[in-house]
């Protein structure tokens, strides 16, 4: 299954094509079978002021009527 997030406003130009090797599938697939949620969407920000490159990661995922969202 192929996965596209967008940037939030973004308007212009895109272009693909550019590949970078990541092990977020990996975290995307555990998240999903431990917590049974299907992940809609990514919010990335930075952690903290430090040096170390790093990111916090929100999974956004699906809601239903169990959870009270639509």
Same mark, same amino acid.
């Given at each position: 299954m192929t996965r596209t997030f967008w940037l939030d406003k973004f308007e212009g130009i895109a272009v693909g094509g550019i590949y970078y090797r990541s092990k977020i599938?990996?975290?995307i697939?555990?998240?999903e079978k431990k917590f #049974?949620?299907?992940v809609v969407g990514i919010t990335l920000s930075d952690k903290?002021? !430090?040096d170390k490159p !790093?990111? #916090?990661v929100e999974f956004i995922v699906r809601g239903d009527e169990e959870d009270g969202s639509h």
């Open positions: 599938a990996i975290d697939d555990d998240f #049974n949620k299907d903290d002021e !430090s !790093s990111w #916090n």
